[in-house]
């Protein structure tokens, strides 16, 4: 089995692409592939320092990419707007790719009150994508990837106590948010297809990559991912189930990609399963509903 690398991404020539967390890790790998196959990219980053390091050695691999930094904090509906405003004077817009998560933070609230992993990791892709989805329908064949985790595998997603304040996990609370990203690409998916739209929503997890994701990671956990660190994907080979995601040419909407070797874990990209639990048609429309009554943002569709 082959599977997808980067050097299968086909030219993007005329492209624009809006990458969310593009400064580090698989964002920023995705983006440097992107920019040296000829799209226009659009780095959404929180750090503007970081954002603009990305930049300078996205420009030292590739010296005419064409690249802009979009400020984005996906913990604020307000710094959303802004973004999504900015985004929308583009020309065009072809793909979206929300990247940006966190992973196993103490607790913490976002700035409109969403427990933070819920609110980064899906309500804030939630939002964007809602504010976009406009301007990508404008272009035939766009696409939405929204980046999930094998760790969907093990979650469900707690209506009763969705802003945790009864009780927090910090892995149970990934899982779920790593879920709800799949709920919604499939959820968005079956809207598209009802009206007849060609939009592409597309998802893709990266397996067990090293990047900065890990940053909360510690104790056992955290020695146990040292032992591992050989057998993980890099952030680049991380990056390939997105790449194929974003750009492959036999992608259809509703497809989900990952790994290919040791339990979806590491290897190039291929098509792959999600869980029941992610395609449970009524919990998704229950969570969209849900997305837009904590949102206030709509995606009219």
Request: contains cysteine; hydrophobic residues 45%.
């Amino acid at each position: 089995m082959k599977g997808f690398t980067a050097a299968d991404v086909p030219d993007q020539t005329g492209k624009t692409i809006f990458i969310t967390g593009a400064n580090a890790g698989l964002g920023f790998e995705a983006a440097k592939v992107l920019a040296g196959k000829g799209a226009r990219i659009l780095l959404g980053c929180r750090s503007q320092s970081k954002a603009s390091q990305a930049v300078a050695d996205i420009l030292i691999a590739h010296p005419d990419a064409n690249i802009d930094i979009i400020a984005l904090d996906l913990a604020s509906l307000k710094s959303i707007k802004s973004a999504a405003a900015v985004v929308e004077q583009e020309a065009r817009l072809d793909v979206l790719i929300n990247n940006a998560g966190i992973m196993f933070p103490p607790f913490e609230l976002t700035t409109d009150g969403f427990e933070s992993q819920f609110g980064v990791n899906h309500l804030g892709p939630f939002a964007l994508t809602a504010l976009l989805l406009k301007k990508l329908r404008s272009n035939l064949n766009a696409r939405v990837v929204s980046t999930a985790s094998i760790a969907h595998k093990t979650s469900t997603i707690f209506f009763d106590d969705i802003t945790a304040k009864k009780r927090y996990n910090p892995v149970t609370r990934y899982a779920q948010s790593k879920l709800a990203n799949l709920l919604f690409g499939y959820e968005l998916q079956r809207r598209l297809f009802a009206v007849n739209d060609a939009t592409l929503s597309v998802m893709a997890h990266p397996g067990i990559a090293e990047t900065e994701l890990s940053r909360y990671v510690n104790g056992p956990l955290r020695m146990l991912m040292s032992l591992i660190t050989p057998l993980m994907n890099s952030a680049a080979e991380g990056a390939w189930p997105t790449l194929l995601a974003a750009t492959g040419n036999q992608v259809a909407s509703g497809d989900y990609y990952g790994p290919c070797k040791r339990l979806e874990t590491a290897g190039p990209a291929i098509k792959v399963s999600s869980t029941r639990a992610s395609h449970d048609v009524k919990v998704a429309k229950r969570l969209w509903e849900l997305s837009i009554d904590m949102t206030g943002i709509d995606p009219g569709i």
